[in-house]
T-cell receptor, first 114, second 117 residues
């Protein structure tokens, strides 16, 4: 069985603070893919990143960075110098190779205040 | 980038009405589309997987006769909530994945907020 845990239900920060959203996953497969999606208040889900299980290199995209550690089954997401526009619910998701469906975590609501 | 259009964005209707929601991939061909339901402050719950030209695969506990899914072309899937009741009120969101492979990211529509009075 596969499972994604986002232990932080809600995080509140002040603008310009750095914030890390945690994601821990469980899977028995050796080949799998991890995703992060952003859901702003308007409701749509925005794809942020995909990472396959064989690529543990960390990735940086502007203010966003991701730390993938297979040893701890974690795929954490850090926003540096947060902005009010970053306020949203962020979902981590897992896709096992051979399956077509995503397993989502429960999401972390990030509130960035001015 | 890949764009998925979902229509309508909001529906308010009386109990007993059937409601159709459309999901279109605008700039790519989607062999597989997914329909999710999301309750307030909750995660996305997969309802069904829709493959072009074949019957949808429903998740356990989802009534196939209640939630009719049609995926007639590579760019369009529809979800019809038949004889909707207040308990069907929710946020429905579709996603589409192109033909390149199951590991490709799903691209999501903007969602449909359904309110049954």
């Amino acid at each position: 069985a596969q499972k994604v845990t986002q232990a932080q239900t809600e995080i509140s920060v002040v603008e310009k603070e750095d914030v890390t959203l945690d994601c821990v996953y469980e899977t028995r497969d050796t080949t799998y893919y991890l995703f992060w999606y952003k859901q702003p208040p308007s409701g749509e889900l925005v794809f942020l990143i995909r990472r396959n299980s064989f690529d543990e290199q960390n990735e940086i995209s502007g203010r966003y960075s991701w730390n993938f550690q297979k040893s701890t089954s974690s795929f954490n997401f850090t926003i540096t110098a947060s902005q009010v526009v970053d306020s949203a619910v962020y979902f981590c998701a897992l896709l096992n190779s051979g399956y077509s469906t995503l397993t989502f975590g429960k999401g972390t609501m990030l509130l960035v205040s001015p | 980038g890949a764009v998925v259009s979902q229509h309508p964005s909001r529906v308010i209707c009386k109990s007993g009405t059937s409601v159709k929601i459309e999901c279109r991939s605008l700039d790519f061909q989607a062999t597989t589309m997914f329909w999710y339901r999301q309750f307030p402050k909750k995660s996305l719950m997969l309802m069904a997987t829709s493959n072009e030209g074949s019957k949808a695969t429903y998740e356990q506990g989802v009534e196939k006769d209640k939630f009719l899914i049609n995926h007639a072309s590579l760019t369009l899937s529809t979800l019809t909530v038949t004889s909707a009741h207040p308990e069907d009120s929710s946020f429905y969101i579709c996603s589409a994945r192109d033909w390149a492979g199951s590991e490709q990211p799903q691209h999501f529509g903007d969602g449909t907020r359904l309110s049954i009075l």
